[in-house]
């Protein structure tokens, strides 16, 4: 299949933006070892945006539904402020059990709790508002979870 974007542009790209940290960079390293799907996290460059993302609306509170190993959550949680918070939901035990071993190696994974179960019923518990909410788990229920 011929990728979205040339190597040479996503390079040029990665070069050029907010280089990712030494605990998301093991994360990554980890999830690529050791699951199944580790394309399924965002990488470095969706990494950057969303830090960009986050300190452009001077989120606090920020709402995830989807957090597999954790990459994202960390990203939020380096870009929020001291007092910022993320709520993250996921449904599979295995995913979050490494999340949680890189959380704790990162001085910024205090601000990150994990909600596990269908995130659907999750979010049917929690009370706003989000400043700043990525949908990033089942796509059929996309809708579902904006509305
Ligand atoms: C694309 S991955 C999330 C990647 C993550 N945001 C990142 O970039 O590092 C989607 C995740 O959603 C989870 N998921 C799928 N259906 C779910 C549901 N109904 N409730 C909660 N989590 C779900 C999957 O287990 C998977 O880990």
Same mark, same amino acid.
């Given at each position: 299949m011929k990728a979205l974007i040339s190597a040479e542009i996503e390079a040029y790209a990665e070069a050029h933006s907010m280089a990712e940290s030494e605990v998301c960079y093991a994360l990554r390293s980890e999830t690529y070892k &050791?699951?199944?799907? @580790? &394309?399924m996290l965002v990488g470095p460059l969706e990494g950057a945006f969303l830090k960009m993302m986050t300190q452009l609306v001077q989120a606090k509170r920020v709402l995830e539904i989807g957090m597999f190993t954790g990459y994202s959550a960390l990203c939020f949680a380096e870009a929020l402020p001291e007092d910022g918070t993320i709520t993250t939901c996921e449904i599979d035990e295995e995913s979050a059990a490494v999340a949680r071993r890189f959380f704790a190696r990162? @001085?910024?994974? $205090? $601000?990150i709790t994990i909600h596990m179960g269908p995130a659907l019923e999750t979010m049917q518990a929690l009370h706003g508002p989000f400043d700043l909410i990525f949908i990033d788990a089942d796509k059929q229920n996309y809708l579902n979870y904006y509305r």
């Open positions: &050791q699951m199944d799907c @580790p &394309q990162s @001085p910024y994974g $205090k $601000k």
